[in-house]
Nanobody, 118 residues
């Protein structure tokens, strides 16, 4: 089992920044990557970015590329999502998830709310 806890959400004005944190515990050695997702009311869950624990390679959705940066601290089993130039359409509950195999996210955190005001 892998436990994930997100933090860092909040209310910010458009153009502002937030940094989300995903703290992993448990059998973290069984996960190969951490992904960030978001879900706005009435919308489907949307993939944002992922990072591989070992190589640190990253991948971003087009909607956030150039504005969001995912990073990791292996020693702390923690992944960060730096969000800059936030827009009202970034408003959503943000989740991190652990992938046990490529593209398969088996463990999820409880989510953290991000609200961007115009």
């Amino acid at each position: 089992q892998v436990q994930l806890v997100e933090s860092g959400g909040g209310l910010v004005q458009a153009g502002g920044s937030l940094r989300l944190t995903c703290a992993a515990s448990g059998r973290t050695v069984s996960s190969i990557a951490i992904g960030w997702f978001r879900q706005a009311p009435g919308n489907e869950r949307e993939f944002i970015a992922h990072i591989k624990w070992s190589a640190g390679s990253t991948y971003y959705a087009d909607s956030v590329k150039g504005r969001f940066t995912i990073s990791r601290d292996n020693a702390k089993n923690t992944v960060y999502l730096q969000m800059n130039s936030l827009k009202p359409e970034d408003t959503a509950v943000y989740y991190c998830a652990a992938a046990i195999s490529p593209g398969q996210y088996n463990y999820w955190g409880q989510g953290t709310q991000v609200t961007v005001s115009s």
